[in-house]
């Protein structure tokens, strides 16, 4: 719940789908159902055996953002400043593009390589700021 981790293509898509697979797969989890997003998605929170709950492992691992847009729970503001700070999972790349910024700009036509640029040229930061950038003219 309230995680967004790299999509397909994204670099460390295949590290932390790897991580993920290494925490469930297989494995025996509970099911904490929440709610139902706009999308018709379940919410939920997913626990290990050992009780720990998988979007704070994924998070904890530097291999999922903590979507605040929808979630404002400080301790998964915490684990991702920990990630961060020790440079784990996505955090070894210093500018990493989050997946909902990669999305937007997507749709606008940018690729990979530029979106990556323009972040690290600071054009992007934040969605209000991707809404300002013009379709990408072929």
């Known amino acids: 719940y309230a995680i967004d981790a790299p999509e397909s ?13 290494s925490l ?3 494995k025996q989890v ?7 997003d706009s999308y ?6 997913t ?15 530097g291999y999922a953002w903590h979507y605040t847009h929808y979630d404002n729970d400080p301790t998964m503001d ?12 996505l955090w070894e790349d ?10 937007a700009m997507r749709k606008k036509g940018y690729k990979s390589l ?8 600071g054009e992007i930061d934040d969605l209000r700021m991707v809404r300002r950038i013009p379709k990408r003219s072929e």
């Open 9 to 21: 293509g994204q670099d460390f898509s295949r590290k932390s789908r790897h991580y993920l697979d």
């Open 114 to 121: 530029e979106i990556k640029k323009m972040k690290m040229d």
């Open 30 to 36: 509970t099911v904490d159902i929440l709610d139902m």
């Open 94 to 103: 210093k500018c990493p593009v989050e997946p909902w910024i990669e999305k």
């Open 47 to 61: 626990y290990l055996s050992d009780g720990r709950e998988v979007s704070h492992e994924m998070v904890r691992a």
């Open 78 to 89: 915490s684990l991702q400043l920990s990630a961060r700070n020790a440079g784990l999972g």
């Open 40 to 45: 018709d998605r379940l919410l939920v929170y």
């Open 24 to 26: 469930i797969w297989k």
